[in-house]
């Protein structure tokens, strides 16, 4: 069985930083693509970054320069580095492996940007 398990999401003050990791099983990670979406109160979920199983990375603008994404094979995750936080980053941040026709969702992970 597929699961998918973010941790490190939290209450960070604007201009922190904040580590995100999703952690694989029961998939042959280094096959998919991952990516980190997140979802705000009353808005539709976006893509926040992607990284192919090659290991190219694909950003939203919002995020350019601010997030990194990467991930480790050896341990099956993939994380997301956010610096620079703002209060519009706000929002439950979820993972997402893909692969063809699959595709498998984590739970996701709060994140809230507030002094």
């Known amino acids: 069985q597929v699961q998918l398990v973010e941790s490190g999401g939290g209450l960070v003050q604007p201009g922190g930083s904040l580590r995100l990791s999703c952690a694989a099983s029961?998939?042959?990670?280094?096959?998919?693509?991952m990516g980190w979406y997140r979802q705000a109160p009353g808005k539709q979920r976006e893509l926040v970054a992607q990284?192919?199983?090659?290991?190219?990375?694909n950003y939203a603008d919002s995020v350019k320069g601010r997030f990194t994404i990467s991930r480790d094979n050896a341990k099956n995750t993939v994380y997301l580095q956010m610096n620079s936080l703002k209060p519009e980053d706000t929002a439950v941040y979820s993972c997402?492996?893909?692969?063809?026709?699959?595709?498998?969702w984590g739970q996701g992970t709060q994140v809230t940007v507030s002094s």
């Open positions: 997402n492996a893909w692969r063809g026709q699959f595709m498998y």
């Open positions: 029961g998939i042959t990670f280094r096959t998919y693509a």
């Open positions: 990284i192919s199983s090659g290991g190219t990375t």
